[in-house]
Antibody, heavy 116, light 109 residues
């Protein structure tokens, strides 16, 4: 059974940094691209960033480009999102998902709240 | 950036009725389109990929069609558990982009 468990969320002040993690199990992690998708309270889904199986291809939404960095450690079956210069509009539930062109499986998310 | 526009925003139907949801892309995405279902307090679930292929475990009452810029998700007979929000998503230009539509809420009439 595929399991994706996000962690690292919390309350952070504007301008500060946070690092999210996603622990994957139940599948061969280094066979799959991975994504971060977020959902602001009461809003729709927004893709944040994605990374190919070998980290050779990486993409970011325009809204986070230059502030967020995605990475993965295949030896640890883990995905990461380093979030710098956080803004109030980054407040959301952040989901980790498995897949390339599509998000085949999802974690339950970790909540990031950016507020002073 | 490819923009996906979903319509209607809300669909009010009764159990047993047919639901037809639309997703239009601002430029061709070929058949690289997926549909997801999200219920309150839950993560989204992949229903359809490559425009018309059902994901594992998805009931046959869900079907997808379309190509290029116009896509449709059809639920042939709504089950009470189908009332939820549905999102389309394109993956044609991954990793440069990976876009979601704004969602359609299917609510009980």
């Amino acid at each position: 059974e595929v399991q994706l468990v996000e962690s690292g969320g919390g309350l952070v002040q504007p301008g500060r940094s946070l690092r999210l993690s996603c622990a994957a199990s139940g599948f061969t992690f280094d066979d799959y691209a991975m994504h971060w998708v977020r959902q602001a309270p009461g809003k729709g889904l927004e893709w944040v960033s994605g990374i190919s199986w070998n980290s050779g291809s990486i993409g970011y939404a325009d809204s986070v480009k230059g502030r967020f960095t995605i990475s993965r450690d295949n030896a640890k079956n883990s995905l990461y999102l380093q979030m710098n210069s956080l803004r109030a509009e980054d407040t959301a539930l952040y989901y980790c998902s498995k897949g390339g062109s599509y998000a085949e499986d999802w974690g339950q998310g970790t909540l990031v709240t950016v507020s002073s | 950036e490819i923009v996906l526009t979903q319509s209607p925003a809300t669909l009010s139907l009764s159990p047993g009725e047919r639901a037809t949801l639309s997703c239009r892309a601002s430029q061709s995405v070929s058949r690289y389109l997926a549909w997801y279902q999200q219920k309150p307090g839950q993560a989204p679930r992949l229903l359809i990929y490559d425009a018309s292929n059902r994901a594992t475990g998805i009931p046959a009452r869900f079907s997808g069609s379309g190509s290029g810029t116009d896509f449709t998700l059809t639920i042939i007979s709504l089950d009470p558990e189908d009332f939820a929000v549905y999102y389309c998503q394109q993956g044609s230009n991954w990793p440069r982009g990976f876009t979601f539509g704004g969602g359609t809420k299917v609510e009980i009439k």
